[in-house]
């Protein structure tokens, strides 16, 4: 038996996994303030071939879904649950945002294309691969673990 | 320990400023005071000021109230000039007629060096405010930039930008005052025209919330470190509910300003400063120890009398309610902060 800690903040919570490797099947337990251990399992999402870049599978996976998203061949996923007033976050546009460019005469430059998710409900912007909210970082929202083996993609949830 | 961040002196007769203007314009019109349409009943300033020369017209006199019956030991004098004139060129001369006049009558003969200065300039005619700054900046008892509250476009648009970048350069903060006059004005609220002088004076200040808002979200400030804005007419006790609404808007479209890079509130701090005013804070000075700690208002904000105006307001009013702490700020320790002034040791 093998113990791994993670530490993630959520918006709100900070949650204690503790992950049990046994044999070929991972799980992991959410230890959050008052309430009991959640089951966190490594489940099949789709092939790999049914998960392009710049796509996203939303799964049914608990209170909310995940969303699973491609972002230029790198695999992320978060909770379908804004931190802001809990809109269903994966239903919203993805794309990049904007920066600061001094000298472009609107003194804006387009960056992070294709990783950047707006909540469809008040436009907050959320960067798929790390959680954090563009204009406030601790304003996070949770992400999960995805891997790939022999062409199918794996989400941790 | 008491500093007075807004006092308005003036001509000793509306010809005064004729002296001087430059031959060029000594024979054109300019309105009078006291000529727009919104006055208070009985007269803008106090009653018992009216007599052979204009209220708030005499050095002396001035000094006397100020210095002796309010125990201020600095006041700051932030003259009016004559309203936004349509000549942009001739205001801006009427500007620095004024400041030539501030300097002659009042700031170099006062010898105990209480009185410090404002530098009027004209941002209609943002050359000519540049070149203002630039003429009397160096002068050590000018203290701070003067712009009228009442303009065209707000004050974060890029057409002022040059103003405000001197202003910073020379560590000076920009005071924005209703600037009243028979000018070119404009609707006193964002719906028009008030009905009686209550409803122009209880709102018109707050405009100057759409300067402060135009500045943070057009990047004035994020490019302008050193920059300050006073707001002379108060209305310190709105900026809580509107910060909150411009917060909230740049969570949800920050990308349209990424030069924001930080909440708006964030701003206000290292850039924002206001007066006290008589129609300012709680009715009920239970309240007011609470309220001034919301945005931090007990940072931001510096006594002003308004003297001579019909509603001066004295430092015991200015800092009723308030804690031990938040009077001192309020009284003396910001305003002392933002010009530089040094603290004295209060007798008694």
Known sequence: MDYRYHNINSNEAQWLVVATVDGNSIELHDHQKGGGPAVLKRRLVCSLDELPPGTMKLVDVGKFGVGVYNVRGSLHAIVNYCSHEGAPLCLGYVGGTNEVDPDAPDRLRRSRDGQIVRCPWHNWEFDVTTGCNVADPRRRIRTYQVDVSDGEVYLTA | ?348
């Open chain 2, 1 to 348: 320990m008491i500093i007075d961040t807004n006092v308005q002196p003036h001509f000793r007769f509306n010809a005064e400023i004729r002296d001087y203007l430059p031959d060029a314009h000594r024979l054109r019109s300019i309105p009078d005071v006291e000529q727009q349409w919104y006055q208070a009943p009985g007269g803008d300033y106090r009653r018992d000021l009216y007599g052979e020369h204009y209220p708030g017209s005499d050095p002396e006199t001035v000094a006397r109230h100020l210095f002796d019956d309010a125990g201020v030991q600095y006041a700051i004098l932030n003259p009016l000039t004559r309203g936004n004139i349509a000549d942009y060129l001739l205001n801006s001369r009427i500007c620095a007629a004024v400041n030539d006049w501030l300097l002659d009558r009042w700031l170099e003969p006062d010898s105990t060096g209480r009185f410090r200065g404002t530098i009027r300039v004209n941002p209609e005619d943002p050359k000519g405010a540049v070149a203002e700054i630039e003429r009397l900046s160096a002068h050590p008892k000018l203290v701070q930039i003067g712009v009228p509250m009442q303009s065209r476009e707000p004050y974060g648009k890029p057409m002022f930008e040059p103003i405000w970048a001197a202003a910073a350069a020379h560590g000076l903060p920009v005071a924005v005052h209703i600037n009243g006059g028979n000018g070119v004005d404009y609707a006193p609220t964002f719906a028009g025209h008030a009905h009686t002088y209550p409803g122009y004076a209880a709102f018109m200040p707050l405009n100057y919330f759409v300067h402060l808002a135009t500045l943070i979200v057009e990047g004035v400030f994020g490019r302008h470190p050193g920059l300050k804005f006073v707001f002379a007419d108060g209305g310190y006790d709105i900026l809580t509910p509107l910060m909150w609404r411009l917060d909230t808007f740049w969570l949800s479209m920050r990308d349209q300003t990424p030069w924001v890079d930080r909440y708006p509130n964030e701003y206000l701090p290292a850039h924002v400063r206001f007066c006290s005013s008589a129609f300012d804070g709680p009715t009920d000075a239970a309240q007011m120890q609470r309220w001034m700690e919301f945005s931090g208002k007990a940072d931001l904000l510096m006594y002003g009398s308004s003297y001579p105006h019909w509603s001066t307001s004295s430092p015991e009013i200015a800092a009723a309610g308030l804690d031990a702490a938040q009077r001192d700020k309020v009284l003396w320790q910001n305003a002392s902060e933002l010009y530089g002034l040094a603290v004295k040791e209060t007798a008694g």
